[in-house]
């Protein structure tokens, strides 16, 4: 399932510190506004490796920070976020005294059809002590999953929406069990923030489901927690990561981001099993299958990405 990748070797005045045995690892001896073609493939390689990185003392202008992402990658303005520049649409700038603490375990935009591929955030302005990111492996949170939970998951897919956004309405359906394109690695893909429903149960069995493969992908084993300074550039692959900011901080906190436009999410194989929802007159708990009914029969009418 993996696509051919040509190895890059890293650069030799280049440092690279793993930072936990899950994942992360920090970059130092480059400027992110002068790199090359073959750095950008060095780039690429390492974050395969280590799935999140870190790349201190940077501090770019807002030019450099979007030349830099855009080597990546086409760039793609937040759908429900509002952009920070005119005169750039591709960044947005999210200020923690304005609200913009992401307290909840998530995978970047996962209530679109294909949600981002990678995110490229500087870090403009932190507070002396806490705001620290929290990020984790879900490769690692699937490989340590027992057998038949394995196999369980492989075959069911998930409900995301925008809700979080105040945009319930906008929806798409992902497998529970993601494979990344290039490493061939599978991988949890549900989240605390965006996913609603598991598909092919009913609604009690799915919040059960949930409840524990939300709360199984934030042990401590599977994360990299990263302290910040200001002017760091940080690069996450979405399709293998979720993120945390821990909100334990007074002042200000601004963070500048673009973002890489994303794949379509593949699974292990097709569903084993076909959607579930209550059969009989409509009641009081028909209330829990309205979401997901609106997805399958009624899509796009409502918003809803019909991607599966």
């Known amino acids: 399932m993996s696509k051919a990748h040509t190895l890059n070797s890293t650069p030799t005045n280049w440092q690279v510190k793993r930072l936990a045995p899950a994942l992360g690892?920090?970059?130092?001896?480059?400027?992110?506004?002068k790199?090359?073609?073959?750095?950008?493939?060095?780039?690429?390689?390492?974050?395969?490796?280590?799935?999140?990185?870190?790349f201190p003392n940077q501090n770019?202008?807002?030019?450099?920070?979007?030349?830099?992402?855009?080597?990546?990658?086409?760039?793609?303005?937040?759908?429900?976020?509002?952009?920070a520049f005119?005169?750039?649409?591709?960044?947005?700038?999210?200020?923690?005294?304005?609200?913009?603490?992401?307290?909840?375990?998530?995978?970047?935009i996962t209530f679109q059809s294909s949600p981002a591929l990678m995110s490229?955030?500087?870090?403009?302005?932190?507070?002396?002590?806490g705001g620290?990111?929290?990020?984790?492996?879900?490769?690692?949170?699937?490989?340590?999953?027992s057998q038949p939970m394995k196999e369980l998951c492989e075959g069911l897919t998930a409900l995301h929406d925008a809700l979080p956004h105040n945009r319930p309405d906008k929806t798409a359906v992902h497998p529970v069990v993601r494979v990344h394109p290039v490493t061939g690695k599978k991988g949890l893909y549900v989240n605390e923030h965006f996913t609603r429903r598991i598909v092919e149960m009913n609604a009690e069995e799915s919040d059960m489901l949930l409840r524990h493969l939300t709360k199984w992908v934030s042990n401590p084993r599977?994360?990299?927690r990263y302290n910040w300074t200001p002017g760091t550039i940080a690069i996450w692959d979405n399709r293998c990561t979720q993120h945390f900011v821990v909100n334990d901080f007074e002042g200000e906190?601004?963070?500048?981001?673009?973002?890489?436009?994303?794949?379509?999410?593949?699974?292990?194989?097709?569903?084993?099993?076909?959607p579930h929802m209550r059969s009989g007159p409509l009641s009081a708990t028909s209330r829990f299958d309205r979401q997901l009914h609106q997805y399958l029969h009624v899509g796009k009418g409502l918003g809803g990405q019909m991607d599966g």
């Not at 591709?90 to 998530?106: C, K, R, S, Y």
């Not at 620290?132 to 999953?145: H, I, K, P, Q, V």
Request: charged share 25%; aromatic share 8%; hydrophobic share 40%.
């Open 25 to 33: 690892a920090e970059v130092t001896g480059l400027d992110i506004a």
């Open 35 to 54: 790199v090359s073609e073959s750095d950008i493939g060095a780039i690429w390689d390492l974050l395969h490796e280590h799935e999140v990185l870190f």
């Open 60 to 83: 770019p202008t807002t030019d450099a920070h979007v030349a830099f992402g855009r080597q990546f990658g086409e760039l793609e303005g937040h759908p429900n976020l509002k952009n």
């Open 86 to 108: 005119i005169d750039h649409p591709e960044i947005f700038e999210l200020a923690a005294t304005q609200g913009g603490i992401a307290d909840e375990w998530h995978t970047d």
């Open 120 to 129: 490229v955030l500087h870090m403009v302005k932190c507070p002396e002590t």
């Open 132 to 145: 620290d990111t929290m990020w984790s492996s879900m490769d690692r949170a699937y490989d340590e999953l």
């Open 222 to 224: 599977f994360t990299v």
């Open 253 to 274: 906190r601004i963070i500048q981001r673009v973002t890489i436009m994303g794949d379509k999410p593949e699974g292990v194989g097709e569903p084993r099993w076909q």
